[in-house]
T-cell receptor, first 114, second 111 residues
């Protein structure tokens, strides 16, 4: 079954803790993205990666970190430096190349800070 | 600067009525244009996309959108709305890794 898997679906964190959100894909897509979604604000880009062992900051990278050790995996760590981490986090993938290469989205992880 | 505006935060339509969701954009180059739909607590699903050619594009679930370059708009339409269309709709514009999303329009469908 091809697609994008995000886990866990719900995550609760105490203040001061780091947490890692998982994103795995078996679509063989080159690029992977992390977005944060807040009510009324649409999606904002946190980080993206086009190839293994390389990634770029998006618009709101502060307080987050990523790694891309495998093509299939792009985990996001929300660090204690992120002051307002409660949000819905979406992972996306994209085929690189010419044309209107749309992004495909995972089901999301809702993070709540207690 | 690149931006996307969806002027309507919330729209309510009756089942069986027609629908139009507005999207205006500002982008330096000719962008690729997309409409996505999101059900509560779920990811985004692509409804349709435009990058060149015929300015009226057809998508899934009976949706269509029209690109109007002179108005910098890419409005989404559906002739007959079904209760299952209730969701949030996002317009997106961009090229490559530079994708900008609107704030979304929440659609409520009245029986």
């Amino acid at each position: 079954d091809g697609g994008i898997t995000q886990s866990p679906k719900y995550l609760f964190r105490k203040e001061g803790q780091n947490v890692t959100l998982s994103c795995e894909q078996n679509l063989n897509h080159d690029a992977m993205y992390w977005y944060r979604q807040d009510p009324g604000q649409g999606l904002r880009l946190i980080y993206y990666s086009q190839i293994v062992n390389d990634f770029q900051k998006g618009d709101i990278a502060e307080g987050y970190s990523v790694s891309r050790e495998k093509k299939e995996s792009f985990p996001l760590t929300v660090t204690s430096a992120q002051k307002n981490p409660t949000a819905f986090y979406l992972c996306a993938t994209r085929v690189l190349g010419q044309g209107a290469n749309e992004q495909f989205f995972g089901p999301g992880t809702r993070l709540t800070v207690l | 600067a690149q931006s996307v505006t969806q002027p309507d935060i919330h729209i309510t339509v009756s089942e069986g009525a027609s629908l139009e969701l507005r999207c205006n954009y500002s982008y330096g180059a000719t962008p690729y244009l997309f409409w996505y739909v999101q059900s509560p607590g779920q990811g985004l699903q692509l409804l349709l996309k435009y990058f060149s050619g015929d300015t009226l594009v057809q998508g899934i679930k009976g949706f269509e959108a029209e690109f109007k370059r002179s108005q910098s708009s890419f409005n989404l339409r559906k002739p007959t709305v079904h209760w299952s269309d209730a969701a949030e709709y996002f317009c997106a514009v961009g090229r490559g890794n530079d994708m900008r999303f609107g704030a979304g329009t929440r659609l409520t469908v009245k029986p």
